[in-house]
């Protein structure tokens, strides 16, 4: 290679890569900018027939136009690099402008706050999967181990992208507000479309356990909570002894599940509408005075409760949630009713559908009787998780051999 | 242990990771550097440990507690690749890495909190945290090696110095590059379970993919142009101002407000 040679004279390399993706930049930004419409695939059937097209283009380069030099220099490593570099720029400019969704985006130049639905975007994929493909198809004969790693890497990569990027279309998600003893069929989606289920949902109950709340000294003139010292924070537990500033403070007694009885005790109880309360000693170590007395977490029939000390409030913090599931019967036509708990992390699956525990009223806290389920069915999940399995093996190869990984060889400039 | 006696730790491991560094540039004192070192992983192994029995959950939640495994980890790989590479300065700038880590920590104490928000219960958790420590530390490490390659290219060391420097690079960001990768496909599989969609282009998640595209990028350029190792160190250089991001600084961008990763804050 010499450095007189100017571009588009053969052997391609950089400048050619980086002269192409530029002008993919250009006519993506353009095409955002002067087309009204967002760049959306079609919903099946259409999108597996432009990916079946797709498909067809690509092999058609390969077995026809194979020996063409422009198709093998795409499956040359300064395409790649430019396809990647490109693609980079892009997911970049994603992670610097808010992204927003394009049922409620705000007009914004080239669309550059709607990237994942853009042609900028589309056609950046478009020509990363075809270096990456025609990669493939060079690399995938004679069937050598470093080549089935090669393929299983760049493969599963292809695979993954392609059918995410197809699945994109037809990710179905919507909505269940579900209120117990009540029974829906209905739910709705974001952009404002609403589904009728094969199913319905009849809410049984909705629980939130709580983790105990924590002791917080709290400075009455501020109203700060007390932070000088790290072990301040403590979950609350019977027996628990702290020192915060100058109080040593003890549980005696802890439910976490209370009533008020009177105004100045809390019994245990198993009451839905129960808060968490707790017993204190404290010593003022400044003077020597003991002080006892409840504290408690409040709940919608009593007023959450503290002890005063001169400048200062012994209290509880507001307890975090610890799961929040929803207990739910789901009636089918033809089928005996079944019961399932959805919790956060444990979706269940019925007829095609997932569903998923997403919220609650959250004002109400654990009082609420409103859950908020999330249904979603994606028809591509099974191609996405073989592309992202097929990754994590050609991955594990280059874990155990990447050392190895002879960087010498030049064999991939095209003379 | 709570954070509580971490400034014990602290302490130890910052003197035995300063002295322990010293003495491995002194020939006859090294086996006493080596020694001094470990001793410094080892007490913080035992802190994460301990800290761990103590929340009942792994420390795995807060910045906080992701500096203590980053200050394992660097320092780990850091004396693994001096010894295996028999690159002193290696096992030097990754204590100096860990120090910083330890210092941060000291520095900002954060109260500690038992809790465990429901989204991340999950079997999910513990693997893809910290595999994606492990690729943070690893790829950080390669980065060193970078800095340490474009401070020699500035110094006008030999030629030969500086390409020694590049295998030990890639060898840090295969392994490195191996990890991130796992820790995004891992991602992805547990958002599917917590979240109902593998990607949903949440800034963590487009940071995450920004760093893994930065290393691929370097990965494609050192099998092409392999005797151009200023612009290798150059990318790896990048790649790590992108991995910090990613990591520490998706929290502070505009384009985080709706992240799901956003845990620590209260």
Redesign the interface.
């Known amino acids: 290679m010499t450095n007189e040679r100017t571009i588009w004279q053969k052997p391609w390399s950089y400048k050619e890569g980086f002269t192409i993706a530029a002008g993919i930049l250009l006519i993506g930004l353009l095409l955002n900018e002067f087309t009204t419409l967002h760049f959306q695939l079609p919903q099946w059937p259409w999108n597996i027939i432009l990916g079946l097209i797709y498909l067809s283009i690509l092999l058609l380069a390969k077995f026809v136009f194979g020996r063409t030099y422009f198709v093998q220099w795409l499956s040359s490593l300064p395409a790649a690099i430019s396809a990647i570099l490109l693609f980079l720029l892009v997911v970049l400019t994603m992670g610097l402008i808010p992204q927003q969704e394009i049922h409620a985006a705000t007009p914004y130049l080239f669309d550059l706050n709607t990237l994942k639905n853009s042609w900028l975007f589309f056609l950046c994929l478009i020509y990363l999967l075809t270096v990456l493909g025609l990669t493939i198809f060079r690399r995938i004969y004679p069937f050598t181990v470093r080549n089935i790693a090669f393929t299983l890497q760049h493969g599963g990569l292809w695979i993954l992208a392609f059918t995410a990027g197809l699945a994109s279309a037809d990710v179905e998600r919507y909505q269940i507000p579900v209120y117990e003893n009540q029974t829906v069929e209905y739910g709705y989606s974001v952009q404002g479309h609403t589904i009728q289920f094969p199913f319905k949902i009849h809410l049984i109950d909705f629980s939130i356990d709580e983790f105990p709340a924590k002791l917080a000294v709290v400075d009455a003139k501020t109203n700060d909570i007390d932070q000088s010292d790290r072990n301040n924070l403590s979950l609350i537990t019977e027996g628990l002894t702290v020192n915060i500033r100058h109080f040593t403070i003890k549980v005696l007694k802890y439910y976490p599940s209370a009533l008020e009885q009177g105004d100045t005790t809390y019994v245990p109880s198993k009451d839905s509408l129960s808060g968490q309360a707790a017993f204190l000693e404290i010593t003022d170590r400044r003077n020597g005075k003991v002080h006892t007395g409840w504290i408690s977490s409040g709940s919608p029939l009593f007023a959450a409760s503290y002890i005063q000390i001169d400048d200062y409030y012994i209290a509880m913090t507001i307890p975090q949630p610890k799961k929040f599931s929803s207990t739910v019967k789901i009636l089918m036509p033809d089928r005996q009713a079944q019961v399932y708990r959805i919790a956060v992390n444990q979706p269940i699956r019925i007829a095609g559908w997932k569903l998923y525990q997403i919220g609650y009223d959250e004002n109400m806290g654990k009082y609420s009787k409103l859950s908020v389920l999330e249904a979603v069915r994606d028809p591509w999940l099974p191609f996405v998780y073989v592309g992202i399995i097929l990754l994590m093996l050609g991955t594990s190869y280059l874990f155990w051999k990447g050392n190895q990984i002879n960087v010498k060889e030049e064999d991939h400039e095209l003379a | 242990m ?3 006696e971490y400034t014990y730790i602290a302490i130890f491991c910052i003197i035995a990771f300063v002295t322990g560094s010293a003495l491995i540039f002194m020939p006859k004192k090294q086996k006493w550097g080596d020694i001094l070192i470990l001793l410094g992983i080892v007490a913080i192994a035992f802190f994460i440990v301990s800290f761990w029995v103590f929340l009942t959950r792994p420390p795995l939640r807060t910045l906080g507690e992701t500096r203590l495994w980053y200050t394992f980890f660097i320092s780990l790989a850091g004396f693994i690749t001096y010894k295996r590479w028999k690159q002193r300065w290696i096992a030097a700038y990754s204590n100096a890495f860990a120090i910083l880590f330890i210092l941060l920590n000291l520095l900002n ?11 991340l ?2 079997p999910f958790f513990p693997p893809h945290v910290i595999v994606y420590l492990l690729g943070y530390s690893i790829s950080g490490a390669s980065s060193l090696v970078a800095i340490r390659g474009l401070v020699l290219h500035l110094r006008k060391a030999d030629e030969e110095k500086l390409k020694n420097l590049l ?1 030990l690079a ?2 840090l960001v ?2 490195g ?3 991130l ?2 820790g995004l ?1 891992l991602g ?2 547990w958002a ?8 949903t ?1 949440d ?1 963590k998640e ?2 995450a ?2 760093t893994w ?2 290393y ?2 370097y990965i ?5 142009k ?1 005797q151009n190792y200023k612009l290798a160190y150059q990318i790896l250089a990048v790649s790590f101002i ?1 991995l910090l ?1 990613a990591w520490f600084g998706v929290n502070y ?3 985080a ?1 709706s992240s799901v990763h956003v845990y620590s804050r209260q």
């Open positions: 709570s954070w509580h104490p954060e109260s500690h909190d038992k809790t465990l928000m429901p989204a219960q999950s295998p890639d060898t295969y392994t590059f191996s990890f990768t796992f496909l992805a599989l599917k379970e917590a979240w109902g969609h593998y990607w282009w800034p487009t940071w993919l920004i595209l930065a691929l990028l494609h350029v050192r099998q092409h392999t992108l991001v961008l505009p384009a407000q």
